[in-house]
């Protein structure tokens, strides 16, 4: 069972990669994509045994859209945000919204730096810091198990 958990993660890495991908080139996080997304996590939430994190995504949620409210965040990031949210409990889910915040940053001042026309008129693509940050914080959450 331990080998469909690691392959179920894959393909949501891979996803989560081309989400990233096309939030770069487009801005844009599609909802065909979004539902793949929690399509996967429907069996990983599964063959673990646990049941997703409903309240802390419920929280997420409000919090970014008070952001998007203020044009803060883009829609999409708000959904992505919240559905990633859905597979972290206590201190993995804070580890992976402080690591999420480090990545942006990182990904805002190189975006200023080395595109900042496109980074101004555009925003971050934001998709990639929570990507990333959701690719290399989930497997501890497994390890842990």
Not at 35 to 44: E, G
Not at 48 to 58: G, H
Request: aromatic content about 16%.
């Amino acid at each position: 069972m331990d080998w469909w958990i690691k392959l179920d993660f894959f393909f949501v890495s891979l996803l989560l990669l081309y989400i990233a991908w096309k939030d770069i080139t487009t801005r844009i996080i599609s909802h065909f994509s979004l539902l793949m997304l929690i399509s996967l996590f429907i069996p990983l939430f599964i063959m673990q045994e646990k049941m997703p994190n409903i309240a802390a995504a419920f929280i997420v949620f409000i919090l970014c859209f008070i952001l998007f409210m203020f044009h803060t965040m883009g829609g999409g990031d708000v959904k992505l945000l919240t559905i990633l949210s859905l597979a972290f409990f206590n201190s993995f889910l804070l580890t992976f919204l402080i690591t999420t915040l480090l990545f942006g940053g990182v990904i805002a001042i190189v975006g200023l730096i080395a595109f900042r026309r496109s980074t101004l008129d555009h925003g971050v693509p934001y998709a990639v810091a929570m990507s990333l940050a959701f690719i290399l914080i989930y497997p501890t959450t497994i390890a842990v198990q």
